[in-house]
């Protein structure tokens, strides 16, 4: 429990930096270049659906706070395993990250998605401010969902202790 406490303290630092980033880039979108979260990126060939900017800030928040959270929670959360290399240990943190970054931009996409029976109320969400920016909701929302599940695969995989070797000595010759 006490290092599901820390995870969480040190996610919640990871929810800032993901938050700030996703206003960061939405933000240099729009001033920069003009582009809406909405607006297209690319469409799926040969499906009706697309990815839009929102899914590209998306990913720049996830891969920033992805890199922070391996950090805090190495030298913090989990101190007492032995440690691999820095780079050995971030590959498999940043794998059970994208399964939460698959999870937290579904959730992402059926809040921002007007015709999805959980879509974020546009009469509410409208936009109209920073504290009534659907893109924004829909990102603190979605990484609290994908919480227990980064959770659970950090605690089972990327933070695991090491697998020791037994040392079999045999018996001296005579």
């Known amino acids: 429990m006490r290092?599901?406490?820390?995870?969480?303290?040190?996610?919640?630092?990871?929810?800032?930096?993901?938050?700030?980033?996703?206003?960061?880039?939405?933000?240099?979108a729009e001033l920069g270049w003009g582009i809406s979260e909405h607006e297209v990126f690319f469409s799926i060939v040969g499906t009706p659906w697309n990815v839009r900017w929102y899914h590209v800030f998306m990913i720049i928040a996830f891969l920033a706070a992805n890199t922070w959270n391996y950090q805090l929670n190495r030298s913090w959360t989990f101190r007492g395993i032995a440690k691999r290399s820095w780079w050995r240990g971030f590959f498999p943190f940043l794998a059970?990250?994208?399964?939460?970054?698959?999870?937290?931009?579904?959730?992402?996409?059926?809040?921002?998605?007007?015709?999805?029976?959980?879509?974020?109320?546009?009469?509410?969400?409208?936009?109209?401010?920073?504290?009534?920016?659907?893109?924004?909701?829909?990102?603190?929302?979605?990484?609290?969902?994908?919480?227990?599940?980064?959770?659970?695969?950090?605690?089972?995989w990327a933070f695991r202790k090491p697998k020791t070797t037994a040392i079999v000595q045999e018996p001296p010759y005579r």
């Open 96 to 156: 059970s990250g994208l399964v939460s970054l698959v999870v937290s931009t579904f959730v992402a996409t059926l809040l921002m998605n007007p015709t999805s029976p959980i879509a974020l109320p546009e009469d509410i969400f409208d936009d109209s401010s920073g504290l009534r920016t659907k893109f924004y909701w829909a990102s603190a929302i979605s990484i609290i969902v994908a919480m227990p599940v980064n959770f659970a695969i950090n605690k089972l």
């Open 3 to 28: 290092q599901f406490l820390m995870f969480g303290v040190v996610g919640g630092s990871g929810t800032i930096v993901n938050l700030a980033v996703i206003y960061l880039t939405k933000k240099a």
